[in-house]
């Protein structure tokens, strides 16, 4: 009954958003801000933004997330913000001596049309920028997008700011990981040094968003990427983006810059996108694959088979984030399981092509959409009128899910109600058997709860 | 720091703490926030001054929020049967869903209940250059279209003040065309200094555009309002329990477990009682001037502070059926709260503790503490003002800033037909001269004589850290921002903005609930966890230890 007032006959809508299936730029670019080594991000606007960005990423990683704010008042907002981000500078170094004060912008900032390097320049030339520090930025309007452009946005601000290119390849490659959790980070990691692969990743959230509990508070811990290896990108060997949307620009971007091919491929999660990944990786570090990451392959494909039965043909709604949604669905489908009422409130017209690529083979019509009113109602309707025997999608479809009495696996951001996704990975072969014993659970559970007792299986 | 607690539990002087705390900043920054941070002690006659609802240093993490925060999620955030559009782009609407653990109880499974809905105009880049009133004027028809509700409202946010949207306009227009009550808030972020610009435009304007809506008075001999109770993890289902039990009427929350119906018959209650000064008090004063209803200031936060309050209502209705009622009602509840707080007594007596939250909790929930045995070391607001902190007896001496000036403050007189006053000029003086003060509100520090205290305004995380290192203090109450960095320093940390998993903390079952739960917090084995047993020991030489 808590969204009893969703009706199932879709009427089309030009202007309400309901129970957005995304959400606004700044914050993106604040996540990947955290990225760096010793960051600050710092929200260039009203202090409300920085206030519920701060909150929202501490719901989802139950960890400080410390960023500053402009805080704009009326007068700011007439006059423009320079005196604010000049006070803020000199009291952001002075208090809490970040390496990197990496600023953003908000709506508010950029309607006045604030032009953050000027002001940068001028807080450098009156002296307010310590040597050895940096101040980088990225424009994030929150009337463009989604937080998962926004992220983009600050990844690539890393390669404009800092790649630089010596004329001299240092064999490292560099893997930008898109938006992905902390742990999803770790995983790319240890699977590179599994290959025996050099690599820069960036930005590096693990470590900073999913920290230990000592008794003491660092605000900028030992982690993240640090300064020295994102100058040193531009010397890279190559570098592999993990997601369109996310990670692209910032990898094209290196390329022109600095001459370091890439490629973009598909967030590795399921198996077939960590196929590739892995296949990718071999072919531009020029090494093999190692029996370890071959025997995590055999594990996962053996999982599959063993419960194969309990997946096939089940209906599957999902809402998310393009890079995320992608290749969700390609690992459902190989799952021979129906994705059929997907959105994503992210725009970009690729995404319900790929999409209607990836699900040809279902062999039926499936409800895709993304951008602006591809919203969380638009998706409950479409359930109302065919319904599915799972839903995967962040914490706020659990409103859906108790309302249709269909099983949840939480997946995407925000997930503000379990733990897990800071320290388990969901990407790479280890990933995706977490994922498929996370489907498979919920449905599971699901049957034990409903079967009849004659029925009740003590093995399955 | 130096200043650090020492072994013998005596506490630093906060005085030493705050100058300590001052060393970091730029002079200009000391200079200001010299004035934010102020110390009670037991000798002091009234309370000193201090500078609060000032602009936040740029560049400060502070823990404040905005005025859309205050306008939208704080104050119509609890209200289920409104639309709540928000006018702007995505974000500010996502952030405000539902992420206050507002909590409602519609009086059947069908009736309206939009509070788990986010409704938003998702404005786009062409919005902001060509103006954004026709996708507001959609979206009100389209809400309407779908969810016939009986009010619609629209909150603008940062730009659409930029870029003028006529949102009131727009709301005359369709409130017009559709025959239902449409309204809006102009409520951009970047006004006034904190949410408390955004508690203000809320409240005018659902003063101006509901209140008094509907003559109909519900049924009973005392009935009154609930004025800045936000229904955080159920308080106003145990205080209308509460008030159930004792045969008081409540005719309207503003805005907890709130309807439109409750805000449009609030005037026809005989009495306002006040919870959060802060984000009130002037509505208060307004239901006064304009229909003749006396307030007082009330607290359901403690038991005592409970029982007090009733007591209060039930003395100025000048009832004695009413008196003994409220007097059996105590009786009854307290031997379970005595109970409970027998049963904790010894684990948290001497324990201390630090708040710093909204707008009247940080001296609300001071009361608790005190029940338990515990010392509050230091407490502040996130948006309180002087008043909040020195008592009302100061508001003639409050100097109005610009930034305060843009807050619209609405004029009201007497209405023709509605005003009647509740009580007789003697009446209220004889009242007053038997203990129940109207209008008055003595404000935190007057409560925190008993020991040297920093009392410290629009807390920031940097003075947090260091006030924790200072002082070691059991617990820690504030708001999510916080909650972790205090956590990683080993100290348990409670959030009172959204009670985190636990509450109802009002009333007596909310005391009850509350006394547990520090139990638990500050008595937790986890953070004695925080060091392993190899850091706390002296490094062995690098032999076996059974060699």
Request: charged share 25%; glycine share 8%; proline share 5%.
């Amino acid at each position: 009954m808590l969204l009893r007032h969703t009706k199932p006959d879709v009427m089309e809508r030009t202007a309400l958003t309901i129970n957005p299936a995304k959400t606004c730029q700044p914050i993106g670019a604040m996540y990947a801000a955290f990225g760096i080594r010793g960051c600050m991000p710092h929200s260039h606007g009203s202090q409300g933004c920085c206030a519920y960005h701060r909150s929202a990423l501490t719901r989802h990683y139950k960890e400080p997330v410390s960023a500053t704010t402009s805080s704009f008042t009326e007068g700011s907002s007439v006059f423009g913000g320079q005196a604010n981000l000049l006070s803020a500078i000199e009291n952001i170094f002075t208090i809490y001596n970040p390496d990197v004060i990496a600023v953003h912008t908000t709506c508010l900032s950029e309607t006045i049309g604030d032009d953050i390097p000027q002001i940068a320049d001028k807080a450098a030339k009156e002296g307010k920028v310590p040597s050895g520090k940096h101040i980088i930025h990225c424009n994030t309007p929150s009337y463009v997008g989604s937080h998962v452009t926004g992220f983009a946005g600050m990844v690539k601000a890393m390669v404009h700011y800092f790649a630089q290119s010596t004329g001299k390849r240092n064999g490292s490659v560099n893997i930008i990981p898109g938006w992905v959790e902390p742990s999803d980070m770790e995983e790319i990691k240890r699977l590179a040094g599994l290959m025996g692969i050099k690599s820069t990743l960036f930005p590096d959230t693990s470590g900073v968003l999913n920290g230990p509990l000592t008794g003491e508070y660092r605000m900028f811990p030992d982690a993240g990427t640090p300064v020295s290896a994102l100058q040193a990108a531009g010397d890279a060997v190559g570098t592999l983006a993990l997601g369109e949307w996310a990670s692209a620009e910032a990898a094209r971007l290196l390329d022109s810059k600095c001459k370091v091919p890439c490629k973009v491929l598909d967030l590795p999660i399921g198996l077939a996108a960590t196929d590739r990944f892995i296949d990718t990786l071999r072919t531009v570090a020029g090494t093999t694959v190692p029996d370890s990451v071959e025997f995590e392959r055999g594990q996962l494909v053996d999982v599959i088979s063993d419960y194969h039965q309990w997946l096939y043909g089940k209906k599957v709604a999902l809402v998310g984030d393009p890079d995320q949604l992608i290749a969700l669905t390609e690992f459902l489908v190989s799952l021979d399981m129906q994705p059929i009422h997907i959105v994503s409130g992210t725009p970009g017209k690729r995404f319900e092509a790929r999409i209607k690529e990836i699900t040809e083979s279902l062999g039926r019509p499936v409800n895709v959409r993304c951008g602006a009113n591809a919203d969380m109602f638009l998706l409950h309707q479409w359930m109302l009128n065919e319904p599915v025997d799972l839903i995967i999608g962040n914490t706020y479809c659990k409103y859906m899910a108790r309302d249709l009495d269909v099983p949840l696996v939480r997946h995407g951001f925000p997930i503000l109600d379990r733990p897990g996704h800071q320290y388990f990975p969901t990407v790479g072969y280890k990933g995706a058997m977490r994922l498929l014993e996370k489907i498979l659970s919920a449905l599971l559970d699901r049957k034990d709860r409903d079967d009849p007792e004659e029925t009740f299986e003590l093995v399955i | 720091m130096s200043v650090i607690k020492k072994k013998s539990g005596a506490l630093p002087d906060p005085e030493k703490v705050k100058s300590e705390i001052l060393a970091k900043y730029p002079p200009k920054v000391a200079r200001k926030r010299a004035k934010q941070i102020v110390t009670t002690a037991p000798d002091m006659e009234t309370p000193p001054e201090i500078m609060a609802n000032v602009r936040t240093i740029p560049g400060i993490m502070t823990m404040r929020g905005c005025t859309y925060a205050g306008c939208k999620g704080v104050i119509l955030g609890p209200t289920r049967d409104i639309v709540n559009i928000t006018h702007g782009p995505i974000g500010c609407g996502f952030y405000s869903w539902l992420t206050r653990r507002n909590q409602t109880r519609p009086a059947t499974p069908e009736s309206e209940n939009f509070m788990t809905y986010c409704f938003s105009t998702d404005m786009q880049d062409e919005n902001i250059i060509f103006g954004g009133e026709k996708k507001l004027r959609a979206a009100i028809q389209e809400a309407y279209d779908l969810f016939r509700p009986k009010a619609i409202a629209v909150f603008s946010t940062c730009p659409v003040g930029l870029i003028g949207d006529d949102v009131h306009a727009i709301s005359r227009e369709m409130k017009e065309k559709l025959g239902i009550n449409v309204f809006a808030f102009s409520c951009e972020g970047y006004k006034g200094v904190s949410q408390s610009a955004g508690h203000h435009i809320a409240n005018n304007q659902i003063f101006t555009h509901v209140v008094g809506k509907d003559d109909t008075a519900p049924e009973g001999r005392f009935r009154i309002t609930m004025l800045g109770e936000y229904n955080i993890g159920g308080d106003a289902f145990e205080i209308e329990r509460l008030l159930e039990k004792c045969g008081i009427t409540l005719v309207a929350t503003f805005s907890g477990n709130s309807t439109y119906d409750q805000f449009a018959r609030a005037h026809t209650a005989d009495l306002c009682t006040v919870m959060c000064h802060r984000s009130i008090n002037y509505v208060a004063d307004m239901l006064e001037t304009k229909y003749g209803i006396p307030w007082i200031k009330v607290n359901f936060i403690g038991a005592k502070a409970t029982a007090k309050s009733l007591r209060r209502i039930a003395a100025y209705f000048e009832d004695k059926e009413l008196i003994d009622r409220v007097e059996r009602v105590i009786a009854e509840e307290m031997p379970a709260v005595e109970a409970a707080r027998e049963a904790v007594l010894p684990r948290t007596t001497g324990k201390t503790a630090m708040l710093f939250v909204g707008g009247s909790r940080a001296h609300h929930y001071q009361e608790l503490f005190k029940e338990m045995g515990m010392k509050t070391l230091s407490a502040g607001y996130e948006f309180g003002h002087r008043d909040d902190y020195e008592g009302r007896r100061v508001i003639p001496d409050i100097k109005v800033d610009a930034d305060s000036r843009n807050i619209e403050e609405i004029e009201v007189s007497a209405d023709e037909k509605r005003f009647r006053a509740r009580k007789t000029g003697e009446q209220l003086r004889r009242l007053e001269s038997e203990g129940v003060s109207f209008k008055e509100y003595e404000g935190l520090m007057a409560d925190m004589k008993d020991n040297p205290a920093a009392v410290i305004d629009d807390l920031n995380q940097y003075e947090a850290e260091k006030l924790v290192e200072a002082y070691r203090p059991d617990i820690f109450c504030a708001g999510i921002k916080e909650k972790f960095s205090i956590q990683k320093l080993g100290i348990p940390m409670k959030q009172l903005h959204s009670y985190d998993s636990g509450g109802p903390y009002a009333g007596f079952t909310g005391a009850v609930n509350f006394y547990k739960e520090i139990d638990r917090l500050v008595n937790s084995k986890v953070f004695a966890y925080a060091k392993a047993p190899w850091q706390k020991n002296p490094e062995l030489s690098a032999t076996y230890v059974w060699e």
